[in-house]
């Protein structure tokens, strides 16, 4: 069983940064793979980034590309996600989730862990 703590989340103006934390405890395997994602109200679960746990395997979706990046620190069991020039559209609750295996990385129903969400909230 793996379970997933995320934190980082809070209120800041648009530009600024945040940067998340996902702990990660349990057995993890190398073949693993992490990502984030995000869902605002009344909207689906959106993909924001993965990357594999052996390292150097990652991806980061259009809408974010340039502003965020996903990295990892084994040692530390813990995925971050760094969030550069936050833009309102940002807002939503942001999830940590783990699969088995670095596929179908964008799709939800690919992870079989998530943690409890930490809100983000940019205000124009």
């Known amino acids: 069983q793996v379970q997933l703590v995320e934190s980082g989340g809070g209120l800041v103006q648009a530009g600024g940064s945040l940067r998340l934390s996902c702990v990660v405890s349990?057995?993890?395997?190398?073949?693993?793979?992490m990502a984030w994602f995000r869902q605002a109200p009344g909207k689906e679960r959106e993909f924001v980034a993965a990357?594999?746990?052996?390292?150097?395997?990652?991806a980061t979706a259009d809408s974010v590309k340039g502003r965020f990046t996903i990295s990892k620190d084994n040692a530390k069991s813990t995925v971050y996600l760094q969030m550069n020039s936050l833009k309102p559209e940002d807002t939503a609750v942001y999830y940590c989730?783990?699969?088995?295996?670095?596929?179908?990385?964008?799709?939800?129903?690919?992870?079989?862990?998530w943690g409890q969400g930490t809100q983000v909230t940019v205000s124009s």
């Open positions: 989730a783990a699969s088995n295996y670095y596929s179908d990385i964008i799709k939800p129903r690919t992870y079989d862990y």
């Open positions: 990357v594999s746990w052996s390292g150097g395997r990652s």
């Open positions: 349990g057995r993890i395997f190398s073949s693993y793979g």
